[in-house]
């Protein structure tokens, strides 16, 4: 998946396209550094169901932590669907340009409200920790399928987080 700086580079399409989509080679050389470059969503077709429920579970305990601790007194808990649906769209399509859009829109909106990067990574790091203890509590997966499901979500967690912070990076060249 490579192809010359800037320039696009074919993906593999998700199940719901059913076509080659383009990314950016700066999105291709990124989830080739995180060993995602043979991520098919469709291996997770049968944990779906599953991981929709922690994602509920996590996303809920997520916001609320959030609307606890926020010193601005703002109300979190209406974000849990959309970052659960977020995160639901990537396990079912995959890493493709509609999620590369998606996620630039979440960081530029995050960067608009004021939600400092650092403040954002120590928000992944609980709902990351949160996310792999309750799929390691919850799965019905044999130990080797857990694990591998849970290497691909903490790439797939860290691959979202480097692009959510990148968009800060663009929306400061605006």
């Known amino acids: 998946m490579t192809a010359p700086e800037g320039g696009p580079v074919r993906a593999v399409a998700s199940e719901n396209e059913k076509a080659e989509v383009i990314m950016t080679s700066?999105?291709?050389?990124?989830?080739?550094?995180?060993?995602?470059?043979?991520?098919?969503?469709?291996?997770?077709?049968?944990?779906?169901?599953?991981?929709?429920?922690?994602?509920?579970?996590?996303?809920?305990?997520?916001?609320?932590?959030?609307?606890?601790?926020?010193?601005?007194?703002?109300?979190?808990?209406?974000?849990?669907?959309?970052?659960?649906?977020?995160?639901?769209?990537?396990?079912?399509?995959?890493?493709?340009?509609?999620?590369?859009?998606?996620?630039?829109?979440?960081?530029?909106?995050?960067?608009?409200?004021?939600?400092d990067p650092q403040t954002y990574v120590l928000?992944?790091?609980?709902?990351?920790?949160?996310?792999?203890?309750?799929?390691m509590r919850r799965s019905t997966l044999e130990r080797t399928s857990l694990a591998d499901l849970v290497g691909t979500l903490l790439r797939l967690i860290f691959l979202d987080l480097t692009r959510v912070v990148h968009a800060y990076g663009v929306a400061l060249l605006d």
């Open 26 to 115: 700066e999105l291709a050389r990124a989830v080739a550094e995180m060993g995602l470059a043979d991520f098919d969503s469709r291996k997770f077709a049968d944990t779906i169901p599953e991981l929709e429920d922690i994602l509920a579970f996590v996303t809920r305990d997520f916001c609320i932590h959030l609307t606890e601790i926020a010193e601005a007194r703002i109300d979190y808990r209406g974000l849990a669907r959309p970052m659960r649906d977020h995160w639901l769209r990537l396990l079912r399509d995959g890493i493709d340009a509609t999620y590369e859009r998606r996620v630039m829109r979440i960081g530029l909106a995050h960067r608009d409200r004021a939600i």
């Open 123 to 135: 928000g992944y790091g609980w709902f990351a920790a949160r996310f792999v203890e309750e799929t």
